[in-house]
Structure formats: C-alpha cells, structure tokens
C-alpha cells in the first residue's frame, strides 16, 4: 500500500498540486478551494512525508513478535568496507563442522529458520553457489524474494551478497571459530542490507536487529541438540 500511495504522488502530482477538497458540512457537499503555490508545496511535502511514514507502523509490529531465548545476545553495529553491518554473536556448544552442516543444508534451511520460506540453489559451483532466497522478516506483511551469489570456505566461513530481486543491497557473512578445544565455536553473524528510497535505513536495522537473535537462537538450539544426539550413548 505504501508503494502504491507514493506512486499515486509521483505519477500525478497535479491531482495535489491543483486543489484541494474539502467537504462542507452544509447539505452534505464538498467544495474544491484554490490554495496559494507555496501552501501547495507544503501539503505535498507533508502526503510525501505522512506516506513514507506508514512503514514505520507495520515495523513496530515485531517489537510484540513472540519472544525467545536470547540468552547474551545482542545485536551491534560495525563498519566494514564503508557499509555498517548489524553483527551478533554467540557461543554454540557444538563442533564448527555440525554448526556448518547446519547452514550449508539449503534444502532444509526453511525447516530451521522461520523466516526463510524458500531456499532454491540456482547453480552450484563448487565453493560458490547461487541461491534464490523468500523471506517474511518477522511481524511484516508479505515477503521478499531475491537472488544471492554464496561463497563457501568449509567450515569457516560463508558469505554472500545480493545479484538481484528485492532490496537494493543484501550482504552478510557467518564466521565459524572453534573454541573449547573445538567442541565449541563461537558464531558470528553479520548482516547489511539496503532497502532503496521505500525502507529507510533506521527501520532496516531495527528489523535486523529483532530478526538477527531469532535466527541465532535457531541455529542454537538446532546445532546442540543434534550434537546431543551424535554423542556416544556413555558420554551422554
């Protein structure tokens, strides 16, 4: 609905330019009044602003998403080649290789990561890996569909950036480090993303940062518990 109501501006701002209507509260008529030229720039300026200013509404929504376990997590900001990233991280008590199956495993990946409804591999490469990616970020309406080219570096790294679809820039990487004589690794996930002149960048990271802890407390949960389970039966 936003975009459409910023078209209507763009497209035909001599309906807004020319008149204004009011409706008169005799007889039930509305009436067409002649407004000076700096008054109509004014009331354009503020259709403009009021419109761009209903995405904010629908992004509060999340902030009463339902909530998860956390734990320390907390979302930061961190400047890397000139883009600041959202960048979270947090300690998981499986091996870096089961954490990597994890987030490699494209074809279950929308069985781990709610907000991920589809993950289709467009061609693989080897190490590099193009995939077409649906989100619904949380507490918004609708999804995003858009195109990444992946580059792996087992079990260490991905990362990967936007080629096409939704969103002007889409960036991100996971980092894998082992800790705890590697029967632990430390995660980390950063992520950038530019949505355009319609998502202003205050409310992208404030997505991010509702999004990001979720997506870390899944990938958790998930990872510790099948670690669990690989386990010899005498150490569990």
Not at 20 to 30: A, C, D, P, T, Y
Not at 64 to 92: L, M, P
Not at 105 to 133: E, I, M, R, W
Request: proline fraction near 6%.
């Amino acid at each position: 609905m936003t975009i459409k109501l910023v078209s209507v501006l763009y497209s035909t701002p001599h309906l807004f330019m020319k008149s204004v209507i009011s409706f008169s509260r005799q007889k039930g008529r509305k009436s067409v009044k002649r407004i000076p030229q700096a008054a109509r720039r004014e009331l354009l300026g503020r259709l403009l602003c009021a419109t761009l200013f209903l995405q904010p509404v629908m992004a509060t929504a999340p902030a009463v998403a339902k909530s998860v376990d956390a734990g320390s997590q907390r979302v930061t900001e961190e400047v890397i080649n000139g883009k600041t990233f959202c960048v979270i991280k947090e300690s998981i008590k499986a091996k870096p290789e089961a954490v990597w199956q994890i987030l490699t495993d494209y074809a279950n990946a929308t069985k781990v990561f709610p907000q991920l409804k589809k993950c289709h591999v467009v061609a693989d490469h080897g190490s590099t890996k193009v995939l077409k990616h649906t989100v619904a970020p949380s507490g918004t309406i609708g999804t995003y569909e858009y195109t990444i080219e992946l580059k792996e570096n087992a079990p260490k790294a991905l990362e990967w950036h936007r080629m096409s679809g939704a969103f002007k820039e889409v960036d991100g990487f996971w980092k894998l480090e082992p800790t705890e004589g590697g029967h632990s690794t430390l995660v980390t996930y950063s992520a950038y993303v530019n949505g355009g002149f319609f998502m202003p960048q205050p409310l992208v990271k404030r997505q991010c940062k509702i999004d990001m802890p979720q997506i870390m407390s899944t990938l958790r949960s998930e990872a510790e518990t099948t670690q669990i389970a690989n386990r010899p039966a005498h150490i569990q």
